[in-house]
């Protein structure tokens, strides 16, 4: 099972960028997915998450409104489209799978699949 997440790359503050994260071995179409970051020394923490069929959504305060997560169960694939870009949001982005039902979605121990993580760096 691999998740590979891409499309990260340096932008200009207000800027912005397509992640995408395409899983192969299995089909996640059953089950949740969401996108974490990481900033240097800092913990990982929640952006966004989608359930399996699309139809729900939750995103961190800080990307509300800014970031849209969506997913193409066709394609085995998760994006996250992120507008109006600010320094604050460079991070290491990662994909993962939702498969612990016994952790709500916004913490990361609920989370099985890990991408390998993509680099985005937001300049003022």
């Known amino acids: 099972v691999q998740l590979q997440a891409s499309g990260g790359g340096s932008v200009q503050a207000g800027g912005s960028l397509r992640l995408s994260c395409a899983a192969s071995?299995?089909?996640?179409?059953?089950?949740?997915m969401g996108w974490f970051r990481q900033a240097p020394g800092k913990e990982r923490e929640f952006v966004a998450a989608i359930n399996w069929s699309g139809g729900i959504t939750q995103y961190a305060g800080s990307v509300e409104g800014r970031f849209t997560i969506s997913r193409d169960n066709a394609k085995n694939t998760l994006y996250l489209q992120m507008n109006s870009l600010k320094p604050e949001d460079t991070a290491v982005y990662y994909c993962?799978?939702?498969?612990?039902?016994?952790?709500?979605?916004?913490?990361?121990?609920?989370?099985?699949?890990w991408g390998q993580g993509t680099l985005v760096t937001v300049s003022s």
């Open positions: 993962g799978v939702d498969t612990r039902s016994s952790y709500s979605r916004s913490d990361p121990r609920g989370y099985t699949y």
């Open positions: 071995g299995r089909t996640f179409s059953s089950y949740g």
